[in-house]
């Protein structure tokens, strides 16, 4: 049997204008096939985190971001190609430079959204909670 893998995903809550980016995946060996999800991908061994984040919304929707907080940590136990995995992901508030989305291989639809709007799409875990941590987050003062 093999042994279970433990990963770190680096995963961007991209903003633009008050609105957030989803992308719908595509693959239909992907563990959320046919379901929007926020940008993001595995941190590689000896690669800086920040550099990770940046790197896989560059892959996956072409963007350029500044990551501009730490939103919120939480983990999942996919099975991924017949190996259980233990994801470990770190979720980031990151601000675009632009809107022009040009989508990786991996999805074959995005929306930018209000997160109001977030019903209207099929998303998986933990994207309805890292909607509402953004809310909350809108409401409180820095200063």
Partial sequence: MTEPVLRVAAKSLIRYKGKLLLLRE???DGTQAGKYQIPGGMVEIGEPFMDALIREAKEETGLSVKPAMPM?????FPTIE?????????????????????????????????PEDLGDYAVPHPVPKLFEEYVELQGKSWS
């Avoid at 508030?93 to 632009?98: F, G, K, P, R, V």
């Fill in 82 to 114: 017949r190996v259980k995995h233990q994801i470990i992901a770190i979720f980031y508030l990151c601000e675009a430079d632009s809107d022009k989305v040009r989508l990786s291989r991996e999805h074959d639809d995005f929306a930018w959204v209000k």
């Fill in 26 to 28: 595509s693959a239909a």
């Fill in 72 to 76: 919120m940590v939480d983990g999942w």
